[in-house]
């Protein structure tokens, strides 16, 4: 089972960055698919990216192709998603999950959620 926590939100200005990270407490981190969804407010959660177990994949959704990277450390139990270029729209409550099914931006698909981690992009 895994435990996943987010951190790196807050309040940024159009056109900045921010690095969020995501800690994995179990000892299966490698196994899983890690993927990033957002949700803002009166929207569903939507997917972002995911990285598959090695590392060879990468998906995005295509609102943030090119802004954002998705990398992962199986040796330190953890996620990043760096964030570039970032818009107000971007604003969103950020969750890491894990899940064992390769490459699903199904968010049905996740079995282990973080609490979420806040970005707020002002204009």
């Known amino acids: 089972q895994e435990q996943l926590v987010e951190s790196g939100g807050g309040l940024v200005q159009a056109g900045g960055s921010l690095r969020l990270s995501c800690a994995a407490s179990?000892?299966?981190?490698?196994?899983?698919?890690m993927g990033w969804f957002r949700q803002a407010p009166g929207k569903e959660r939507e997917f972002v990216g995911l990285?598959?177990?090695?590392?060879?994949?990468?998906r995005y959704v295509d609102s943030v192709k090119g802004r954002c990277t998705i990398s992962r450390d199986n040796a330190g139990n953890a996620v990043y998603l760096q964030m570039n270029s970032l818009k107000p729209e971007d604003t969103a409550v950020y969750y890491c999950?894990?899940?064992?099914?390769?490459?699903?931006?199904?968010?049905?698909?996740?079995?282990?959620w973080g609490q979420g981690t806040q970005v707020t992009v002002s204009s």
């Open positions: 179990g000892r299966t981190f490698s196994t899983y698919t």
């Open positions: 999950a894990a899940t064992r099914s390769p490459w699903s931006a199904n968010r049905e698909s996740y079995d282990y």
């Open positions: 990285i598959s177990r090695n590392s060879g994949i990468t």
